[in-house]
């Protein structure tokens, strides 16, 4: 069965930087999109960005830009989410998504068929 397992989450203090990494495992997804949410306690599954299908075209939500980087690697297959400039509001479960539908706004969490188990990032004032 298809899975995808992330890592690189921690905790960190406001201002700093973390680097997660989301690689699949029991199938390739190099030929489809990819992208991270995430889920804060007590609050809904928020979108943070997502790549194209090559990795070429990236796109973030409107709290994360500017200080988040999404990339991916089809040669390992594997997509990174580059953290900079840290807060304590960044504070969540992050988790990788792959394969979206087509139609339904890419922002939406039930719009994407695959998930990881999720990765704590803890931001400290």
């Known amino acids: 069965q298809a899975q995808l397992v992330e890592s690189g989450g921690g905790l960190v203090q406001d201002g700093g930087s973390l680097r997660l990494s989301c690689a699949p495992s029991g199938r390739t997804f190099s030929n489809y999109a990819m992208g991270w949410f995430r889920q804060a306690p007590g609050k809904e599954r928020e979108y943070v960005a997502h790549?194209?299908?090559?990795?070429?075209?990236?796109y973030y939500g409107d709290s994360v830009k500017g200080r988040f980087t999404i990339a991916k690697d089809n040669a390992k297959p594997t997509v990174y989410l580059q953290m900079s400039s840290l807060r304590p509001e960044d504070t969540a479960v992050y988790y990788c998504a792959a394969y979206p539908r087509v139609g339904p706004e890419i922002s939406r969490p039930d719009t994407w068929r695959y998930w990881g188990q999720g990765t704590q990032v803890t931001v400290s004032s």
């Open positions: 790549t194209s299908v090559t990795g070429k075209y990236t």
